[in-house]
């Protein structure tokens, strides 16, 4: 790993079953992400793009191989300390958003800071910030039943920066959403690429190239191609009207 590697793996695989039911979901593969890079990871159903992001944000614990996050091995590490890494350096975007039902954006979006342990009053200054960067301050009151498709996961994207995470995880951030919501939230994540967060992003969507610096292909579990992009230098998303 160089000095600038914020997210790393090798050898890291994932499998399930045996014998002839045996499936290599992740099968040895190496990664590098240096800090501040949008990675995309790109795939068809089934190759294993999802279960890599869970490899690499401690959600899933690997078969073989080791990650790294900022310096530190994380696939060995104990329960309790991979909640305290989820909670503190990892943000999480799901396709289905999974916000609380009960709870207002701005509830939503504050929750993981008050549960790292930040007063009521910082943890709503700071989701009241979040939500006017996404462009919802004016929602911060609403349920998320009172939300569109791309409100919800701009809210989502909100709670996933609330703690400040060295990376943010992307799974599938599109696949709910129209087009219009989809450009919004594509938007939203090259504001994100220019304010130099980290970000990894696994989509089918191919117009997630317009915000990301790099691709990977996977297959079968394993990659592929890797690609520089020049498409994230070249200007702002746009949705191809004039």
């Known amino acids: 790993m160089t000095g600038s590697t914020l997210l790393a793996a090798r050898g890291l695989t ?9 499936v290599r979901a992740v099968d040895e593969v190496d990664l590098s992400v240096p800090a501040g890079q949008t990675l995309a990871v790109m795939g068809p159903s089934g190759c294993g793009k999802s279960t890599l992001l869970h490899l690499l944000g401690g959600l899933q614990r690997p078969t073989g191989g080791k990650v790294w996050l900022a310096g530190r091995r994380i696939d060995m590490m104990s329960e309790r300390a991979l909640a305290r890494l989820r909670r503190d350096s990892v943000g999480f975007v799901f396709q289905s958003f999974h916000l609380m039902d009960e709870l207002t954006a701005v509830e939503n979006v504050e929750l993981s800071a008050l549960l790292a342990g930040q007063s009521p009053r910082r943890a709503r200054q700071r989701a009241m910030h979040l939500l006017d960067r996404v462009g919802l301050v004016d929602r911060a009151d609403h349920l998320p039943s009172a939300l569109s498709g791309g409100q919800r996961q701009r809210v989502a994207i909100a709670r996933a920066l609330s703690n400040q995470p060295l990376v943010v995880l992307a799974d599938e951030p599109t696949g709910n959403l129209d087009s219009a919501a989809t450009l919004e939230v594509l938007r939203l994540f090259d504001d994100l690429r220019t304010a130099g967060q980290t970000l990894v992003v ?5 117009r997630i ?27 702002p998303v746009h949705d191809g009207r004039r």
Do not use: E, K, N, P
Not at 14 to 22: E, Q, W
Not at 202 to 206: I, L, N, P, R
């Open 209 to 235: 190239a317009a915000v990301a610096d790099r691709m990977i292909t996977m297959r079968d579990g394993v990659f592929v191609d890797d690609s520089r992009l020049a498409s994230a230098a070249t200007g």
């Open 202 to 206: 696994v989509t089918h969507d191919t």
């Open 14 to 22: 994932r499998r399930y079953g045996r014998g002839s039911g045996l």
